[in-house]
């Protein structure tokens, strides 16, 4: 391709909305324009990264005995409704009708068609297993759309989903398609991990999130330097704390504590460490009758150390508070605890008060002793609190934190650690959620009906340009991994409506490359050389070769891999096979 056949649009300045990296290089590099909120123009530059995260997706996803489709952007209503998720899905689900009234959804995912497809289509065990995959545009209505590609509305994503006869079939489906996204991402050539995830909304009790490594990443991901333990924060467990509990050797004593709310403020008003403080946060269940009106609400309070965070993931697995939670509102909090919020505790809230409280205690607060906690009375804490000694053991110790740096890890082999990153691919092991709500069953070997096993598999195709940048940046624009990269070699010849023999050599070497299969850009713009080269830095070009007049008399030329801080000669004759040793 040569520049003046391609298009090259290039901005000085990011757009004013641009807000983290990857929007603003996308931005200034020409590969994206913004449409609407959340809705941007795939240009020239972007959509050829885009064709080659596809290129490789697709080749891996057919070598691991997948089989590729094309599913609808509109999808009819009934079969969300026979899933349920058309009620349930909220205000993301982006709703339509047409002309003659009927309900549609604009798809943010495909499981409900490929379920209806594989009802249809796959009736016997001899048709199993069966994986099918696309690569098709999908659209989630966002509150707030934000950051260019990595929390857009529009998006392109290939899912996949698999079709098994049991549980033991599904697991290598689920180990298969793992293993085919390693591959991917290795080919991608980023940084990144597998991490153990919980399935959240989509349902199914098998999940490995794939989340691309860089600091400005919204997730934070568990590992085990030592081990090969990783998982994302919502799943990582923090285990109880070695030994049993220390002896009480404080009293309970009524401390006031005037004006100070939080747990940080008291320990520093007590001269106490943070880690000797308890943290209560109050949830509220609510029963409804078959109109939905609430008809019975249960408070329950948490309590977790005062340097930890809650963990609502966890928090909602627990019995109790699976069926759905919500934080209690103020007058709750005073009805049952008699004070504003500030100076809670688990003192006095057993049952023979008024309005009984249920207690959840992390693990590392029933190991506590002598603790500080809210006295339940404003500008008042307690210290010196002990469990069994002050008040009962509470009705259920769970994990209900999100762990930290330095817990040990759960495999025994070391302690954790936490970096960022963010999310572009995940695989879901589904079982039957899918396939008993739309019925999809298949004839076993005896001709008895048995549902399908299914799992489904998804990358963020669009998403893994942003991640990509976020994670390989500098000062003067993107740097892009050669095999996603737009062009893998750009030529800028210097001078060359000046000079015969520097457009002369500028397309032999373009030329050769061509012949060799290398995705090779020829900059004839006529730009000068600070422009040009400005231009394919930002852009992120992997490697460049400049030629000029006074070079080429030398018999040189310079080449600079995007990372290099400076240029290297090379001898005219022996560029090519630089060239080739570098794209090796």
């Known amino acids: 391709m040569k520049a003046t056949q391609f298009f090259v649009s290039t901005l000085k300045e990011a757009p004013a909305d641009?807000?983290?990296v990857s929007h603003k290089l996308m931005m200034r590099a020409g590969m994206i324009k913004r449409l609407g909120a959340g809705i941007y123009n795939y240009m020239p530059m972007g959509l050829r990264v885009?064709?080659?995260?596809?290129?490789?997706?697709?080749?891996?996803?057919?070598?691991?005995?997948?089989?590729?489709?094309?599913?609808?952007?509109?999808?009819?209503?009934?079969?969300?409704?026979?899933?349920g998720r058309f009620d349930k899905m909220g205000p993301e689900l982006l709703r339509v009708k047409d002309r003659h009234g009927r309900d549609f959804i604009v798809q943010p995912t495909s499981e409900e068609v490929i379920t209806d497809i594989a009802r249809q289509e796959l009736r016997s065990y001899r048709q199993l297993p069966k994986n099918f995959y696309h690569i098709q545009t999908k659209f989630r209505d966002e509150r707030r759309p934000r950051f260019g590609l990595m929390r857009g509305r529009e998006f392109t994503m290939k899912d996949a989903y698999s079709f098994d006869r049991d549980v033991d079939a599904a697991g290598r489906s689920y180990d298969n398609m793992y293993a085919a996204y390693c591959r991917i991402f290795d080919r991608f050539g980023l940084a990144y991990r597998a991490v153990a995830a919980d399935t959240g909304a989509i349902g199914g009790d098998r999940s490995h999130e794939f989340q691309v490594i860089a600091d400005t990443g919204e997730d934070a991901i568990i590992y085990c330097p030592t081990s090969d333990y990783a998982a994302n924060i919502e799943l990582a467990?923090?285990?109880?704390?070695?030994?049993?509990?220390?002896?009480?050797?404080?009293?309970?004593?009524?401390t006031p504590t005037p004006g100070k709310s939080t747990c940080a403020d008291v320990a520093e008003l007590l001269g106490l460490p943070l880690t000797q403080t308890v943290k209560s946060l109050v949830l509220a269940t609510d029963e409804t009758d078959k109109d939905g009106t609430i008809v019975k609400s249960q408070v329950w309070l948490l309590l977790v150390r005062g340097?930890?965070?809650?963990?609502?993931?966890?928090?909602?697995?627990l019995e109790g508070l699976k069926g759905g939670f919500r934080f209690a509102t103020v007058a709750e909090i005073e009805d049952h605890f008699g004070c504003k919020p500030g100076y809670l505790g688990p003192i006095g809230l057993t049952a023979g008060v008024k309005h009984p409280v249920k207690i959840i205690a992390d693990r590392t607060v029933a190991h506590m002793a002598d603790f500080v906690c809210g006295a339940n009375e404003a500008d008042f804490h307690l210290t010196g609190v002990n469990w069994g000694r002050d008040l009962p053991e509470p009705d259920l110790v769970a994990d209900i934190r999100n762990v930290v740096a330095g817990d040990a890890s759960p495999d025994g082999k070391g302690v954790l650690a936490i970096q960022r990153g963010i999310?572009?691919?995940?695989?879901?092991?589904?079982?039957?959620?899918?396939?008993?709500?739309?019925?999809?069953?298949?004839?076993d070997e005896t001709?008895?009906?048995?549902?399908?096993?299914?799992?489904?598999?998804?990358?963020?195709?669009?998403r893994i340009l942003g991640a990509a940048i976020e994670q390989n940046h500098d000062a003067r624009g993107i740097i892009w991994p050669d095999a996603i990269a737009p062009f893998t070699v750009v030529i800028c010849p210097i001078g060359a409506d000046r000079?015969?023999?520097v457009k002369a050599a500028a397309?032999?070497?373009?030329?050769?490359?061509?012949?060799?299969?290398?995705?090779?850009?020829?900059?004839?713009?006529?730009?000068?050389?600070?422009?040009?080269?400005?231009?394919?830095e930002l852009i992120g070009v992997p490697h460049r070769v400049v030629l000029g007049d006074r070079g080429l008399k030398e018999g040189q030329v310079e080449y600079q891999g995007r990372r290099d801080e400076a240029a290297t000669k090379v001898a005219v004759a022996d560029v090519l096979s630089f060239l080739k040793q570098k794209l090796a």
């Open 507 to 536: 397309d032999k070497l373009y030329g050769e490359l061509k012949a060799l299969g290398v995705d090779v850009l020829l900059d004839d713009r006529g730009e000068r050389p600070g422009a040009m080269f400005a231009d394919w």
């Open 423 to 443: 999310e572009v691919g995940h695989v879901f092991y589904l079982g039957t959620k899918y396939s008993a709500a739309m019925n999809a069953t298949f004839l």
């Open 237 to 254: 467990e923090a285990l109880a704390p070695q030994g049993g509990r220390a002896a009480a050797s404080l009293p309970l004593t009524k």
């Open 499 to 501: 000079s015969e023999d």
């Open 18 to 20: 641009a807000e983290i």
């Open 307 to 317: 340097d930890h965070e809650l963990n609502e993931v966890k928090a909602g697995k």
């Open 50 to 83: 885009i064709r080659k995260v596809e290129a490789i997706i697709r080749e891996e996803m057919n070598a691991a005995g997948a089989v590729e489709c094309l599913m609808p952007v509109i999808q009819p209503a009934e079969l969300w409704q026979e899933t």
């Open 447 to 462: 001709g008895k009906p048995k549902l399908m096993e299914m799992g489904c598999y998804g990358i963020g195709v669009t």
